[in-house]
């Protein structure tokens, strides 16, 4: 069964990842069968407590990336896609793929951005910081700097949900 449960998720992260980088979106019907597939894994694989540890995997997963987007730091598609991935899983592993994939997104959100845009906008943005750090005060990025760009986010929760399942799950 963990082959499924591994082949399946991998399978969802292919498709979000390849449709994130290429239209900037996760497809809501993507994410609605893999939530239902994963509610009913969970359910076959451990009846009703199965179902309610999906459940609340999702709805660990739902508070975190929730907080994320209403900080704008993810999108829609990235709360959704980690709620129907994180229903796979028990919600102990739905804390740690999260904050796994929130880690890798520290890393590759940057280079994205440097790929899309080159280094000058990033230098602009570290003056940016520079500038809030002397003055103690938030100046809002301008769109011709790194941290104005929008970059795909699935590429880092794909990353962090696949260390933890090699190196730890």
Known sequence: MENFVFAFVFLVFGLAVASDLLKEKIPNAMTVVAFLVGIAFQSYSSGIS?????????????????????????????????????????????????????????????????????WQPLLITLKRYRMMAAFRTYIAPESSEIAGVRVPYAPALALGWLFYVLQIG
């Open 50 to 118: 199965g179902m309610l540890s999906g459940l609340g995997s999702a709805l660990c997963a739902l508070v975190i990336f929730g907080a994320l987007f209403r900080f704008r730091w993810v999108g829609g598609g990235d709360v959704k896609l980690m709620m129907a991935v994180c229903s796979f899983y028990d919600p102990v592993q739905a804390l740690m793929i999260s904050a796994f994939g929130i880690a890798f997104g520290a890393v590759t959100s940057p280079l994205i951005a440097i790929l899309r845009m080159g």
